[in-house]
């Protein structure tokens, strides 16, 4: 037996093959069968983002300025403050299909998914957009679809020297002290996953700097869950809630629990 398709059919669209209608039983036993291939996949995409964080890191020895909202800033003055940035290139410039209304549907599309940038904040990561359209456009843009992101003007060579002069893409970025390294870059299809907080984390040199990663020793790390915070009461003390450490110790020991008897 198959699930009728009919009533969602345009008129000449041939009939959709769909899969069988089963019992709940069936179902389950479906499902359990695939959740071996995700929970293998999980772990591939775990040791994935294991050895991106062995990737060596480039020097970047040119300067590079950027327009903000307060004027001439460096590709450092990104950072701000932080010890990791996501530069994520996005076209919205003359010549761009949508100018001066709208940027790149595409990039829009990645724009529209960003999660609050509150939580990568929270560890030491900063996002930032960039393009070559000025800052009054970029400010008007960003009012009109309602984006938060920090979104910089590029003014020099820096697209065409990291790979996003004729593409979008994301390069990652780590400093140490004065210094700036280029640690990983993605772009095509590999934009896709982009948008979410642990996917930002996973293309960075830190990761999520959360005890069950595999990272290089003396890498900052801490209690999964305990660093959670509603994107508002992010502070400035670095300490984690004692009262939600309790709550998520407890529902993290009753998961693991619940795990070896299943």
């Not at 389950?28 to 069968?33: F, N, Q, V």
């Not at 919205?92 to 100018?99: K, L, N, S």
């Not at 790149?104 to 560890?123: E, F, I, P, T």
């Not at 697209?159 to 996003?164: E, I, L």
Request: glycine content about 8%; hydrophobic content about 40%; some cysteine.
């Amino acid at each position: 037996m198959t699930a009728s398709a009919g009533n969602g059919r345009k008129s000449g669209q041939p009939a959709m093959h769909t899969p069988p209608v089963v019992s709940p039983q069936a179902w389950e036993a479906a499902r359990e069968k695939l959740l071996v291939k995700e929970k293998a996949q999980t772990r591939a995409r775990d040791a994935l983002a294991a050895e991106r964080r062995r990737m060596p890191w480039m020097a970047v020895e040119k300067t590079y300025a950027f327009e903000g909202p307060d004027g001439k800033v460096s590709l450092l003055d990104l950072f701000n403050g932080r010890r990791q940035l996501i530069v994520y290139r996005a076209f919205f410039e003359p010549g761009v299909f949508g100018w001066p209304d709208h940027a790149c549907r595409g990039c829009s599309l990645v724009a529209d998914q960003v999660a609050h940038v509150a939580h990568l904040n929270a560890r030491d990561t900063t996002l930032v957009f960039v393009s070559r359209a000025p800052q009054a456009d970029i400010t008007r843009l960003k009012a009109r679809m309602d984006w938060e992101i920090p979104w910089f003007t590029i003014t020099d060579s820096f697209d065409a020297d990291f790979g996003v002069d004729e593409w979008h893409g994301h390069n990652v970025f780590i400093r140490d002290g004065d210094r700036v390294f280029r640690t990983y870059f993605i772009d095509n299809r590999g934009d896709e996953q982009m948008g979410g907080t642990w996917n930002y984390l996973d293309i960075t040199p830190l990761g999520r700097q959360e005890v069950w990663e595999d990272s290089p020793e003396g890498y900052p790390q801490t209690p999964a869950y305990n660093w959670w915070n509603w994107h508002d009461s992010y502070g400035s003390d670095a300490a984690a809630d004692k009262k939600w450490v309790e709550v998520s110790d407890a529902g993290e020991a009753a998961f693991r629990e619940a795990s070896t008897k299943a």
